[in-house]
């Protein structure tokens, strides 16, 4: 067999050198505890309290509107559920949560449970079918009954660029707190909220080049937030518990590095991206891709093949060494169609066929007419297949 090729970027990265190399100290001889007042508490804090200046900045914030967490999910959940619930507590007028039907299940599951557990209210936002966000459609739906707007900035799926500044400076209008998922869009486009009105992003080390288990949440300074954990004062009370100062210090650096690198990586990821498709449709000239009238990252190509079915597709493509997705790697297992091609109005049997690549730092040009020509031949078995069964 050929070299295998990981085409599953969005999912997950490989931890880069540079930051394994600067995590390294403090999972060895620099193991102590921040909250300890001796020497190796204290230099585990100023560790800590370095790598949360060092997000900061990569994200235009202050040090003190840093919150460290285990990821995407944690930051997506303590956005939507901590501050709708310390809304409600001083405005309980305000009780309708609103998000996108695109969004990450880290988003849609955390307000079905604040609707449950809660009583909020649940509302979503209207999306085209390349899943962008109807503007004017939000603008009328947000109001002084909503307590907090979520949108993702990048789909984790199709790869749909929301126009976070514009949605951001209408929540603002409207007196909502506005949070949005930037797991993907972190490294790919440009973040300054002192630029963006967001008061709430989250952002995910293992899409950085850090270990899985570390991320960060951005809170404006004034956002209202009542945590959900109690029983210590870390992270200014916000979220207690010991921190993970290897894993800080890791995202620090894969931040700065990702920050440092983004214009080139965009325009190198593009580039494969584009040469695929081009590649595919030429050898399947029936293909779909999904949110390509749109604006989209240059890192995720979702593809439908008609009368093929992602299983098999995604099996065919295992076998030839090359790993791909059928969307959210949250999903997998899941039998049911992606509900974000769903919102797009993708019909049930071209969802069904739906395969995402994402590309990154373990692809090169190389590769790309060996995984169209994989894609191809995948197709072509899944659809005899499926012949011979129907």
């Known amino acids: 067999m050929s070299e295998f090729i990981y085409l599953d970027h969005a999912a997950t990265t490989p931890v880069r050198p540079d930051v394994l190399a600067a995590m390294q100290p403090y999972l060895s001889e620099r193991f102590g505890n921040p909250s300890s007042v001796h020497r190796w508490g204290r230099e585990a804090r ?8 060092r997000v900061a900045a990569c994200l235009g914030a202050r040090g003190d509107e840093i919150i460290f ?9 303590t956005a939507v559920v901590c501050t709708a619930l310390a809304i409600r507590d001083v405005t309980p007028a305000r009780r309708t949560i609103i998000c996108g039907p695109t969004e990450h299940k880290a988003v849609l599951e955390a307000v079905h449970a604040a609707a449950r557990v809660h009583g909020f209210a649940e509302q979503q936002f209207v999306v085209d079918h390349d899943g962008v966000v109807d503007l004017d459609a939000a603008r009328a739906a947000l109001g002084a009954g909503t307590a907090v707007a979520s949108l993702m ?8 660029v929301q126009p976070i500044a514009d949605l951001a400076a209408i929540a603002k209008a409207a007196g909502v707190v506005m949070h949005t998922d930037a797991v993907q869009a972190f490294g790919k486009v440009a973040i300054d909220v002192r630029e963006v009105p967001v008061d709430m992003l989250a952002i995910s080390g293992h899409k950085l080049g850090a270990p899985k288990g570390i991320g960060a949440l951005y809170v404006r300074r004034g956002t209202p937030f009542s945590p959900l954990l109690v029983g210590g004062t870390q992270e200014r009370g916000r979220r207690p518990g010991t921190e993970n100062v290897g894993a800080a210090v890791a995202l620090a650096t894969a931040c700065e590095l990702a920050v440092a690198e983004r214009e080139a990586t965009w325009t190198r990821l593009q580039s494969l991206r584009d040469a695929f498709e081009a590649q595919v449709r030429a050898l399947v000239p029936d293909v779909i891709v999904h949110g390509e009238h749109g604006p989209r990252a240059p890192h995720i190509s979702n593809l439908s093949a008609p009368g093929a079915s992602t299983e098999a597709l995604l099996m065919t493509l ?8 059928g969307g959210s790697a949250c999903q997998s297992g899941s039998v049911n169609p992606s509900h974000v091609l769903g919102a797009m109005g993708v019909s049930p049997s071209i969802a069904g066929a739906a395969v ?18 994989a894609y191809a031949d995948a197709v072509a078995k899944s659809r005899q297949f499926g012949a011979l069964l129907g």
């Open 46 to 53: 100023a560790a800590l309290d370095e790598a949360r200046e």
């Open 69 to 77: 967490t285990s990821g995407g999910t944690e930051g997506d959940n």
């Open 153 to 160: 900035w990048i789909n984790n799926e199709v790869g749909t």
């Open 318 to 325: 295992d076998l030839a060494g090359i790993a791909a997705s």
């Open 356 to 373: 995402r690549v994402s590309f990154g730092s373990l692809n090169s040009p190389d590769q790309v007419a060996r995984v169209a020509a």
